[in-house]
């Protein structure tokens, strides 16, 4: 795992021209908590950061609402005809073929329902795939196993490798982070939109982040769009969810959500192009040289 880490890390740095310093830089973010993590022995989804993850942990719910009644009655209805349609309690068998009244309710009753999901499913899902108008964008590679980032409009790229657990401590991170932790996050400021064009450099990966409620496939060949507006800042983990070969489990996640003058401040320490900055960009960078 190390060697196939050292030579990945070696591969990029000469090909791709990355930022000695970003690790360091990172250091120089302020203490933020966690806050898209997995929980031990949970049963449910992530608590949502986001309005694409409320409506998905809205539709989980509102489905299992749906699902329960549904398979409650199923299992009464065997249960049913077990007991009282065996041979033992009904020998002689009714032999008719058809009962229209229970044909067109077993039609009409699921059709129903079918629409009522999708009157909730169809509005969540347009909301996730129109993209707003891009606050920052970022392109997102997955390589065999780790995650290539470049800012599009500032000219930063850097890639993102799973920590070791003797290396959790050296980056601030408590133990029972290991497998989420990276040497690198990618950071985003709070509130604002992030349009993440997602690829792959060699088969398919997927970038995923459970708190935000986004998960979009990257094929080699292809540009894919997904977009989150972060509502706290905090750290969220996520990792790839695609079987992307040997090392798929140890190809990690890791967004930082910082305030706008944090994450100007970490651009610059990333020696960021700030040309054609967004207007929100620009005034914050302008308050700042005048303080």
Same mark, same amino acid.
């Given at each position: 795992?190390?060697?196939?880490?050292?030579?990945?890390?070696?591969?990029?740095?000469?090909?791709?021209?990355?930022?000695?310093?970003?690790?360091?830089?990172?250091?120089?973010?302020?203490?933020?908590?966690?806050?898209?993590?997995?929980?031990? =022995?949970?049963?449910? %989804?992530?608590?949502?950061? *986001? /309005?694409?993850?409320?409506? &998905?942990?809205?539709?989980?719910? #509102?489905?299992?609402?749906?699902?329960?009644?549904?398979?409650?009655?199923?299992?009464?209805?065997?249960?049913?005809?077990?007991?009282?349609?065996?041979?033992?309690?009904?020998?002689?068998?009714?032999?008719?073929?058809?009962?229209?009244?229970?044909?067109?309710?077993?039609?009409?009753?699921?059709?129903?329902?079918?629409?009522?999901?999708?009157?909730?499913?169809?509005?969540?899902?347009?909301?996730?795939?129109?993209?707003?108008?891009?606050?920052?964008?970022?392109?997102?590679?997955?390589?065999?196993?780790?995650?290539?980032?470049?800012?599009?409009?500032?000219?930063?790229?850097?890639?993102?490798?799973?920590?070791?657990?003797?290396?959790?401590?050296?980056?601030?991170?408590? =133990?029972?982070?290991? %497998?989420?932790?990276?040497? *690198? /996050?990618?950071?985003?400021? &709070?509130?604002?939109?992030?349009? #993440?064009?997602?690829?792959?450099?060699?088969?398919?990966?997927?970038?995923?982040?459970?708190?935000?409620?986004?998960?979009?496939?990257?094929?080699?060949?292809?540009?894919?769009?997904?977009?989150?507006?972060?509502?706290?800042?905090?750290?969220?983990?996520?990792?790839?969810?695609?079987?992307?070969?040997?090392?798929?489990?140890?190809?990690?996640?890791?967004?930082?959500?910082?305030?706008?003058?944090?994450?100007?401040?970490?651009?610059?320490?990333?020696?960021?192009?700030?040309?054609?900055?967004?207007?929100?960009?620009?005034?914050?960078?302008?308050?700042?040289?005048?303080?």
């Amino acid at each position: 795992m190390r060697l196939s880490k050292a030579l990945s890390s070696s591969a990029v740095i000469a090909t791709a021209g990355l930022t000695a310093f970003q690790a360091a830089a990172d250091d120089l973010l302020p203490q933020l908590p966690v806050l898209g993590a997995p929980v031990q =022995d949970g049963t449910s %989804l992530q608590t949502p950061y *986001t /309005a694409l993850a409320r409506e &998905v942990v809205f539709l989980d719910n #509102l489905l299992m609402w749906i699902i329960v009644p549904v398979t409650i009655f199923v299992t009464a209805l065997l249960i049913w005809v077990i007991v009282f349609h065996n041979r033992r309690a009904n020998p002689e068998p009714a032999r008719f073929t058809h009962n229209t009244p229970i044909e067109v309710a077993w039609t009409v009753v699921p059709a129903l329902i079918l629409l009522f999901i999708a009157l909730f499913t169809f509005p969540a899902l347009r909301h996730q795939q129109i993209m707003p108008e891009a606050d920052v964008t970022i392109k997102v590679t997955g390589l065999q196993w780790y995650w290539d980032y470049e800012y599009v409009d500032h000219g930063v790229q850097f890639s993102q490798f799973m920590l070791e657990r003797d290396e959790l401590a050296d980056y601030g991170y408590t =133990d029972d982070l290991y %497998l989420l932790a990276t040497d *690198t /996050a990618m950071v985003v400021p &709070v509130g604002r939109n992030i349009v #993440l064009q997602v690829t792959a450099g060699d088969v398919i990966h997927s970038w995923t982040i459970p708190a935000f409620g986004v998960k979009q496939d990257g094929i080699p060949g292809r540009l894919a769009e997904l977009w989150f507006n972060a509502e706290e800042e905090g750290i969220y983990f996520g990792q790839c969810s695609e079987l992307c070969g040997i090392n798929h489990a140890y190809m990690p996640i890791t967004v930082k959500v910082v305030s706008e003058d944090e994450y100007i401040a970490w651009l610059e320490r990333q020696g960021a192009e700030f040309a054609g900055a967004p207007s929100w960009m620009e005034r914050h960078i302008e308050l700042a040289a005048s303080n």
